[in-house]
């Protein structure tokens, strides 16, 4: 992607051009624009790559159809009329939700200051503050810079007045997840100001909702993530502890899933915040003790068929397996036969094969009577069959590679069937394909007991080769 930038008008004035000077009709003018400045190395990914409406009668060029929307908007809060504001607000979200450049364009034309002035003239109507909290959802979808203060402060609000309201919750908490995604401070601000407890509160109020249930667990999630590149360091850690000791957050999502047995989207959402939440050995244990290894388990053989929800499982129990203790309880519940199955069936898959792999690793790592489990079950041969599907993805080379180690590290009679199926040849592709398998390749060459050479790399430097 480009990293240069242009103004939505410059875009709009090439399309114009190609159609006034080049006579292009209005499809071909606009592709023709992007072609052009991307050639250049443009980002055009907040630009609205769209025909801009043709002049009204007294010639004035007409804005986009988002900025008109925005203008119907902002009268009908500026007068206000709250008869005419839930169809103005409608109209604007449904605009937002088309794409992100539409967003970007309303934003940069005041868009949040509108929509943040319709929530407050809606705070008292339950409906239209209901119409209000989703579109400023749809604003906020890839912006979450333009959430200030006291648009945290509305939310809360509205979380905390309105807990017993179902629909209002969700939109709230739609609002917090888009605000806090990709965005550090955000979060910080959010729990500070006591956002955890109402996440966790919200699954236990409407523990029977599937939708507040699920983005709920989802924003947890979020609390825990570490994805804002302009933060050196984030609080993710922080935030994990907090929603498990302060929050009783392990036990509010593994109850919650007694209540959506027959629905894997649900339940796929509550593994992936789990997983996130396993930063403490005491954590992952608490996982077991409280029933939430069982219903991994479960859904990984009853879900086989989606790979959006394997893949979950499987990071999932990858994650809890930081535990010594519970990597035998893992084995115990047979749960190696179904990541050794969950690799063969989506083999196609790279991340499916990526996380059963480590998840493998992991329940091998200091356990020579895991590996013997592993082995028995295909594990290895599982691992080396990703390896030949995916030659180019080095997440794949590298999980298989680190798997193979670890099963021959502390089991060496392991290294001659393994050997026998052809991981020698493997692992050397990995290691000549992959600078970053290197060393664990390398490693599980010299465990299996093969000869290894030495890399030489060209260092650039006086002398000339490093190894």
Same mark, same amino acid.
């Given at each position: ?6 103004a ?32 250049? @190395? ?24 988002i ?6 908007? @902002? ?6 009329d ?48 209901l ?10 979808d @890839? ?45 910080q601000?959010?729990?500070r ?32 993530f570490?994805?804002?590149i ?36 649900v ?22 003790d ?29 994650a ?12 115990d ?14 083999l ?25 489990v592993?082995?028995?079950? @295909? ?9 030949k ?10 999980q ?36 970053d398998?290197d ?29």
């Amino acid at each position: 992607m480009g990293s240069k930038q242009i103004a939505q008008e410059t875009f709009d004035d090439a399309v114009q051009e190609n159609i006034t000077e080049f006579e292009m009709d209005p499809e071909e003018a606009v592709r023709e624009a992007v072609q052009q400045f991307e050639s250049q @190395g443009v980002d055009l990914s907040n630009i609205v790559k769209a025909v801009r409406p043709p002049a009204s009668e007294n010639g004035q060029r007409q804005k986009h159809q988002i900025l008109l929307a925005l203008e119907s908007l @902002g009268r009908a809060v500026a007068e206000p009329d709250l008869a005419e504001l839930p169809a103005q607000l409608s109209a604007f979200a449904a605009q937002c939700k088309e794409q992100l450049a539409f967003r970007h364009l309303a934003a940069q034309n005041g868009a949040y200051a509108v929509v943040f002035s319709a929530c407050r003239l809606a705070a008292g109507d339950r409906e239209l503050l209901l119409r209000a909290l989703c579109t400023l959802c749809a604003l906020l979808d @890839g912006q979450p810079d333009l959430l200030d203060a006291a648009g945290q402060e509305l939310l809360l609000q509205s979380l905390r007045e309105r807990r017993d309201d179902a629909e209002v919750t969700l939109a709230g908490l739609r609002c917090v997840r888009h605000a806090c995604l990709k965005h550090e401070r955000n979060r910080q601000d959010f729990v500070r100001a006591g956002i955890l407890p109402l996440l966790t509160g919200a699954i236990v109020q409407h523990g029977r909702s599937a939708d507040v249930v699920r983005t709920a667990a989802s924003a947890l999630r979020v609390m825990t993530f570490d994805d804002d590149i302009r933060v050196p360091f984030g609080h993710a850690h922080d935030h994990a502890k907090m929603i498990v000791l302060e929050n009783d957050g392990l036990r509010v999502l593994i109850e919650a899933a007694k209540a959506f047995t027959d629905n894997s989207g649900v339940l796929s959402e509550l593994c992936a915040t789990l997983s996130r939440l396993s930063v403490r050995n005491e954590f992952c244990q608490e996982i077991v003790d409280l029933g939430g290894l069982n219903f991994m388990v479960t859904l990984l053989a009853d879900c086989m068929e989606h790979p959006d929800v394997v893949r979950q499982v499987l990071s999932a129990i990858r994650a809890v397996a930081g535990n010594d203790d519970v990597k035998d309880a893992i084995v115990d519940a047979g749960a190696t036969e179904l990541i050794v199955l969950a690799i063969s069936q989506h083999l196609g898959n790279p991340q499916i094969c990526e996380q059963g792999c480590a998840a493998l690793c992991v329940l091998a790592l200091r356990k020579p009577e895991n590996c013997s489990v592993i082995m028995e079950g @295909g594990g290895a041969l599982a691992a080396l069959q990703a390896m030949k599907a995916h030659p180019r993805e080095v997440a794949v080379q590298k999980q298989a590679c680190m798997l193979i180690r670890n099963l021959v590290s502390r089991s060496r009679d392991l290294s001659g069937p393994i050997l026998e199926m052809g991981a020698e040849g493997l692992i050397a592709e990995a290691r000549a394909a992959h600078r970053d398998c290197d060393d664990v390749a390398r490693a599980a060459l010299r465990d299996l007991g093969c000869p290894v050479e030495l890399r030489e790399l060209w260092t650039g430097q006086r002398g000339g080769l490093a190894q």
